[in-house]
């Protein structure tokens, strides 16, 4: 019988704390990105861990927003002329675990599913990469990493920050006082494992 572990956080990436959402797109993805602000490429590539990443954007969004690179450049840009461009916060970073039980396929089906319903249906783009490095007890230790953009997509770029995004599904002051935002997303994450486990015939516990 499968005992549900439904490990579910939520992070903010700022320039206050040293940030580059480039940076972070290119070590959660493995992937070669330049950021455009600085002239640094970053380069994860050599990490082996990766089993998937993918990028999920509103439906009638231009082809650029799937382009990594172009569109972590471009939230940059986008904080660039904002009044506090110092202390910025660039984008919001879910990490949830993932059943062991679930093959490789079912576990990306249901990031996938849950990314589009929760994220992208209410309007954020998302790149989300899959890892599995080994655990402490040496089995696997699947996991995702969902980076959320923070502004509104529009035909010309990035508009305004969607504060609405913070009441509807995170807090009403990023977590630092209310949790029960951060609760419900839990329960939320749960309820979708649980029905990826079922689907699979795996008995949940």
Not at 68 to 95: F, H, M, P, Y
Not at 104 to 115: C, E, G, S, T
Not at 156 to 168: D, I, L
Not at 180 to 191: A, G, N, V, Y
Request: net charge positive; hydrophobic share 35%.
């Amino acid at each position: 019988m499968t005992t549900g572990h439904y490990h579910c956080e939520v992070k903010i990436i700022s320039r206050a704390a040293g940030h580059s959402c480039v940076a972070a797109a290119a070590y959660r993805a493995r992937d070669k990105l330049c950021d455009e602000r600085t002239g640094i490429t970053h380069d994860y590539t050599p990490k082996k861990d990766i089993v998937h990443k993918e990028i999920l954007a509103p439906e009638g969004a231009a082809e650029w927003v799937l382009d990594r690179g172009k569109l972590w450049n471009a939230v940059e840009k986008a904080e660039d002329i904002s009044t506090r461009r110092a202390k910025a916060q660039l984008c919001r970073e879910v990490i949830v675990s993932l059943p062991r039980d679930l093959s490789k396929d079912a576990q990306i089906k249901l990031v996938r599913h849950f990314v589009a319903d929760q994220f992208v249906g209410k309007g954020m783009v998302a790149d989300f990469s899959i890892h599995c490095p080994p655990a402490r007890d040496g089995k696997p230790n699947p996991h995702a990493h969902i980076l959320l953009t923070m502004r509104v997509l529009t035909p010309e770029g990035f508009g305004k920050k969607e504060r609405e995004w913070n009441t509807a599904l995170f807090t009403r002051d990023d977590m630092v006082k209310d949790k029960s935002k951060l609760r419900d997303l839990r329960e939320t994450w749960q309820e979708y494992a649980n029905k990826a486990l079922s689907d699979a015939g795996s008995p949940i516990g």
